[in-house]
Every structure is written in structure tokens, then in C-alpha cells.
């Protein structure tokens, strides 16, 4: 069954989207749901220093975003621009109920998650979102850190102002010390994913413990790891299919079972992603070809400052 229309709804568990009319969206352990495609106010977005002067270059980005479609909207406190996010979800039009919002916190020292968690609620101007994240393990010194700071993550959601409550860019050993005293499981670990960073292990072991992955940086192989093995493929396929290469790579990353969270300062690319990604879809065999090929080159973009170079996971 691959049909457009089809009414399966893809889960944690790692089966892929079928061929459907829309974006399709990925049932969470918790029973929400997210998008499979998001809008990332991260890496182009991101505002550098402590700026307090709202930049209106990411209002408009945004603001092009959301009307082409992007109803999923993936932020940070680090990215210093909730404040530019919250202006460009009301100049949208679009209702709140129809967007999912996603915020981090940095777990910086001497701040509870509650504190955090509040100072993005006002400058997103919202009164819930949709997820919140702990943007990174590696401030913690010890499990019982993380396992402390889970605890403060689940009160957020029991208060009902973040529908969904989950992690990024842990590891398996990360997610096992979290997991050993959850009382709510993360819903979702956000991490650097393409064909030169595939994690080992890690999409297994999320996908047997229902913990859906986001890939951020889908579009590494073409636009920062170029030339690599996936490059030929990329290209054949995007001429089988009639699509841009980029489009391959988002959707070999749907096809995962996987959100993709990119970002373009580019409408007419937003709009052709929106439009072309539902429309086709990879057979196992090229999803498996693109994995193999991409395993054979190393590749990482963000966080180099904390994980060794060599380490794949
Ligand atoms: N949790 C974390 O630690 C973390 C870390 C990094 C990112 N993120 C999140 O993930 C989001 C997406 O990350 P990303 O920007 O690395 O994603 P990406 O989808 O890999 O890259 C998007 C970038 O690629 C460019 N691009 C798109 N198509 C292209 C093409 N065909 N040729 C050349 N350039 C092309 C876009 O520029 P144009 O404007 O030219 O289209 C855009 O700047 C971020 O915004 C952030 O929300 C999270």
C-alpha cells in the first residue's frame, strides 16, 4: 500500500510515511503529533550576541515560512530569536492551534527549567508550545544531572504548557540514565542526522524504546560535506524522480521515519519542498542504497566542540 490518501499514520517505532496529498505527520509516544517536515530558526536564523534589537529579516523569513506551508517551527532560547518567532507566528494569520512550536532550553547554570521555560513562553508570546527540549546533554557533569533536569522537564508538561517534552542531541547513554528514572519518557531526541552522521546503533534503540528522531542538517551532504559518496545517487535519483537533490535528501530522511528540520531564506525552495516532497517516495532499496554509500564517509557539522571527531554516535 502506497497509496495518496492512504490514512496510516507513521509512529516512533521507525515504519516510513506512505505517499500521501500533504506533509504527512509522525504520532509521538505521548499521543501527539508532529510534522514530518519543519521550519528551523536555528543556523540562518540564529541571531548572534545578546542583540535585544529585533531583526526583521528573520521576522520576514518566518513570516515567508509559515504562508508557504511551514506549520512546524523549530526554536531555541539559544538561538536568541523567540521573540522575532512569536511576532512572525501573529503577523502570520495563521491560528495558533494550526502551528506546532518547538522551543529549547539551554540548561544554563543557576536556571531551573522552570525559570527558562517562562522567559520563552514571553517572548514567544504564546501560552504553551508544542515541545520542549533539552537542547543538549553536555552541560551535565553526571546521569544525576540529566536525570534532575528530566524531572523538571516533566513537571513542564504535567502543567500542560508544553504538549510534548523531549531531548536533543543525546546519545544512547544519554537517553538510558534518562530513561532510568522518567516517569514520562522523552518524546523525541533532535539530532545532527544524514548519510555521514547515521548514529550506529541509536535509531534502533530509539525506535525499541518509542522515541521519535528529527534529523537536523539533512542537507549536509550537499550543502557543507560535498564531494561524497551519496553524491551520484543523490543525482540520479532526483532525475528518476524529477526532483531537486535536496529533495532526495529530505525525503530519504521522511523515508527513515524521521522529521527533517531544514531551513531556507529561499521561498520559492520552501515552497517547492512543501510541494514535491509528498508527492514521491523512495523504495527501500534506494533509502538502503543512500545508508550504505553514506557510511562510508564521516561528517559532522555542529557540537564538534563536545564530541570527539572520531566518534560516530
Ligand atoms: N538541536 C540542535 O543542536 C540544532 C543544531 C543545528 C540545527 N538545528 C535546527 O535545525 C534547523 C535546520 O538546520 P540546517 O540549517 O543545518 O538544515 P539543512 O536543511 O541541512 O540546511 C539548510 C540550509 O541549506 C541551504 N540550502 C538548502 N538547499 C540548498 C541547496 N540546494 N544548495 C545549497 N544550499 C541549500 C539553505 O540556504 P538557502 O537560504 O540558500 O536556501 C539553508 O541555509 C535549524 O534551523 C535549527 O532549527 C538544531
Redesign the pocket.
Known amino acids: 500500500m502506497n497509496s495518496i490518501g492512504a490514512s496510516y499514520k507513521p509512529d516512533a517505532t521507525g515504519t516510513d510515511p506512505k505517499q500521501t496529498g500533504s506533509v504527512p505527520s509522525l504520532k509521538l509516544n505521548d499521543g501527539n503529533e508532529i510534522p514530518m517536515i ?1 521550519y ?6 540564529y541571531k548572534k550576541g545578546q542583540d535585544s534589537k529585533l531583526d526583521q529579516r528573520i521576522i520576514d523569513n518566518t513570516i515567508t515560512a509559515i504562508k508557504a506551508g511551514y506549520i512546524h517551527l ?3 532560547e539559544a ?1 536568541n530569536n523567540e521573540e522575532e518567532l512569536g511576532i512572525a507566528i501573529k503577523k502570520s494569520g495563521v491560528p495558533r492551534e494550526k502551528l506546532f512550536v518547538t522551543t ?1 532550553t539551554s540548561c544554563s547554570p543557576g536556571v531551573t527549567v522552570e525559570q527558562a521555560f517562562n522567559v520563552s513562553l514571553k517572548k514567544l508570546g504564546l501560552d504553551y508550545v508544542d515541545l520542549y ?1 533539552i ?2 546533554p553536555f552541560w551535565a557533569k553526571s546521569p544525576k544531572d540529566l536525570q534532575e533536569k528530566w524531572a523538571e522537564m516533566e513537571t513542564i508538561k504535567e502543567s500542560g504548557r508544553a504538549r510534548s517534552i523531549g531531548v ?2 543525546y546519545i544512547q547513554e544519554h537517553l538510558e540514565a534518562t530513561l532510568e528514572t522518567a516517569r514520562i519518557p522523552p518524546a523525541i531526541n ?1 539530532i ?1 542526522f ?1 548519510p555521514y552522521l547515521q548514529h550506529g546503533d541509536l535509531l534502533e534503540y530509539q525506535r525499541k524504546k518509542n522515541i521519535a528522531v528529527a534529523a ?5 551532504a ?2 557543507k560535506a560535498a564531494p561524497g559518496p551519496v553524491d551520484g545517487i543523490y543525482k540520479s535519483l532526483a532525475t528518476k524522480y524529477g526532483v ?3 529533495e532526495i535528501a529530505l525525503r530519504w530522511t521522511l523515508d527513515l521515519g524521521i522529521v527533517a ?6 521561498e520559492q ?1 520552501l515552497k517547492s519542498f512543501l510541494r514535491d516532497l509528498p508527492s514521491f517516495k523512495l523504495t527501500p532499496k534506494e533509502v538502503e542504497e543512500i545508508a550504505e554509500a553514506g557510511k562510508k564517509k564521516h561528517f559532522r ?3 564538534t566542540h563536545a564530541i570527539a571527531p572520531d566518534d560516530r554516535r
Open positions: 519543519g528551523g530558526l536555528g543556523t540562518a536564523n523549530d526554536g531555541a538561538y529549547k527540549l537542547h543538549s536533543s542531541n533532535q545532527e544524514h537536523y542538517g539533512p542537507l549536509t550537499i550543502t531537486t537533490e535536496a528540520l531544514t531551513t531556507s531564506s529561499n525552495r557539522v555542529f557540537w
